[in-house]
């Protein structure tokens, strides 16, 4: 019998925020905040390290309007805006999984937690 292999789906946006709130005042020469991408990329690479994932992707959230909105207005609109300092470096986030060749999993009108749930359950289907 074959071992079952390993998938982790990492919820990049929550990863995210906890990076950038976790360490503060981190910048580039240029005084670009870095400290999302530095935690962020510390936390992964320490993942990959210790579990050895077989399989592995960083999903994150949709840009466009999504689904839990459009069935319920007031879904998340208490919650603050995204800190620019933070939105500037989510591009960088993603050229850093590019660079480790780590799939970027986003579909649109859609949370990365929705899609996590998705693929899991479609994963163990497939065994």
Known sequence: MSEKKSLFLVDGMSN??????????LSNSKGMATNAIYGFTMTLRKMIKE????????????????????????????RP?????????L?????????LRIPIIKKPK?????????????AEKKG
């Not at 995210?16 to 005042?25: E, L, N, P, S, V």
């Not at 859609?110 to 479609?122: K, M, N, P, S």
């Open 51 to 78: 579990q050895k994932p077989d399989y592995l992707g960083v999903v994150l959230d949709s840009k466009e309007k999504t689904h839990r909105q459009d069935a319920y207005e007031q879904y998340k609109a208490h």
């Open 91 to 99: 591009p960088y986030i993603e050229r850093v999984c590019e660079a």
């Open 16 to 25: 995210i925020f906890r990076a950038y709130y976790a360490i503060r005042g």
């Open 81 to 89: 805006e995204m800190p620019e300092d933070m939105v500037v470096q």
């Open 110 to 122: 859609y949370e990365a937690d929705d899609l996590i749930g998705t693929l899991a359950v479609q």
